[in-house]
């Protein structure tokens, strides 16, 4: 089955202890991307990724770090989350642009005290 | 930068009538409208997307229109059903942003 596979999908952790959420697709998707959801604001692009070791900044990068070193796996890095990173986060990928269907993975919860 | 505002952000209707979301983008650049449906709890999942070079596209009972004249799209769905209430999302793309959502919510 075709699908974006995002992990933890709920984690509740203290500010300035480093977490990752991973993401993976069994599409072989060469564009892939993390999107913050919160009220009222719809869905921010953090960052995206063309392709293999290229990443490049959304529009709310600010405390988040990215790696793209196999096409499949997208890992979104807080290194020290704050409160203001408590969010909905969605992993998305599509065959190789921004300019076509979007694939979201099932969400990851994060509450960070 | 590219801003999409989306209206109403909530709309309640009656089961069977039909249901209007606007949104306007301030980039002319843009050149993809896609629309997105989230049901509670669930993942944004994609229900149709116009391109620039067309004015309207329909699938069953849900169309798009766009204007680029204007620049704004709107989504319509008639007939509406129960099973249509979840919040929808537009953007737009030159970069894909995304309005703020309109919460649907069909009465039956």
């Known amino acids: 089955e075709a699908q974006v596979t995002q992990n933890p999908r709920y984690l509740i952790t203290v500010t300035g202890k480093k977490l990752t959420v991973t993401c993976s697709q069994n599409?072989?998707?060469?564009?892939m991307s993390w999107y913050r959801q919160d009220p009222g604001l719809g869905l921010r692009q953090i960052y995206y990724?063309?392709?293999?070791?290229?990443?490049d900044k959304g529009d709310v990068p600010e405390g988040y770090k990215v790696s793209r070193k196999e096409k499949r796996n997208f890992p979104l890095i807080l290194e020290s989350p704050s409160p203001n990173q408590t969010s909905l986060y969605f992993c998305?990928?599509?065959?190789?642009?921004?300019?076509?269907?979007?694939?979201f993975g099932d969400g990851t919860r994060l509450s960070i005290l | 930068g590219e801003n999409v505002e989306q209206h109403p952000s909530t709309l309640s209707v009656q089961e069977g009538d039909s249901a209007v979301i606007k949104c306007t983008y301030s980039?002319?650049?843009?050149?993809?409208f896609p629309w997105y449906k989230q049901e509670l709890g669930k993942r944004p999942q994609l229900i149709i997307d116009i391109r620039s070079n067309v004015g309207e596209k329909k699938d069953q009972r849900i169309a798009v229109t766009l204007n680029k004249t204007a620049k704004h799209f709107s989504l319509h769905i008639t007939e509406t059903q129960p099973e249509d209430s979840a919040v929808y999302f537009c953007a737009a793309l030159d970069k894909l942003i995304f309005g703020a959502g309109t919460r649907l919510a069909v009465h039956p």
């Open positions: 990724s063309m392709n293999v070791e290229v990443t």
């Open positions: 599409m072989n998707h060469e564009y």
């Open positions: 980039d002319s650049a843009s050149n993809y």
């Open positions: 998305a990928s599509s065959r190789d642009s921004q300019n076509q269907p979007q694939h």
